[in-house]
């Protein structure tokens, strides 16, 4: 397996669930310092599990944005406000 980039917030949400599986944090103070609910750490701890600390990397980066304008559109807007 090559390498995994991850942000900060990747790296902080698997070193709290690293405490957790060693047993020095119980669920429920991760699910507080994460800001999840007790439910969605658990859910973090089974992608673990079964896959490892790669399934915690958001799966979204990489992706361009659904919300995004098309090239056409923005090199129109460019060009009319350039000739103001």
Known sequence: ????AMSERDLQRIE??????????TLVSAAHVLDLSERQVGR??????????A??????????SNNRI???VRDYVVTVVRER
Do not use: C
């Open 55 to 64: 399934p915690i990397r958001h799966k979204a980066i990489g992706r361009p």
């Open 70 to 72: 098309s090239d056409a």
């Open 16 to 25: 709290i669930l690293s405490k957790v599986i060693a047993g020095r944090m």
């Open 44 to 53: 973090l701890l089974e992608r673990i599990s079964t896959g490892g600390v």
């Open 1 to 4: 397996m090559g390498l995994i």
